[in-house]
């Protein structure tokens, strides 16, 4: 266990940011599941941008890595414009 202080508290935060970083992945998950399965295209377009929001906001906190991020986006804009 820790003998300082700082490495007491440096433990506490990072549970704290492990927990608050899961939540905000696993968010971003759900969204893109609910975006997989829609099947009208105005939605998709409006939950597309939400999700271009979401998963720029995991990228930059390096929760995902950038490239991750671009390949998702890229992935997901795909399936929005082949719906018709």
Do not use: P
Not at 35 to 59: G, N, P, Q, R
């Amino acid at each position: 266990m820790a003998n300082h202080k700082s490495a007491l508290k440096r433990i506490r935060r990072n549970e704290a940011a492990r927990v608050r970083n899961k939540y905000q992945h696993k968010t971003t998950r759900n969204a893109i599941k609910k975006l997989k399965e829609t099947e009208d295209k105005s939605t998709a377009e409006k939950l597309l941008v939400e999700i271009y929001s979401m998963i720029d906001k995991l990228a930059k906190k390096n929760i995902i890595h950038s490239n991750k991020a671009g390949n998702l986006k890229s992935k997901l804009t795909k399936q929005v414009n082949a719906m018709s």
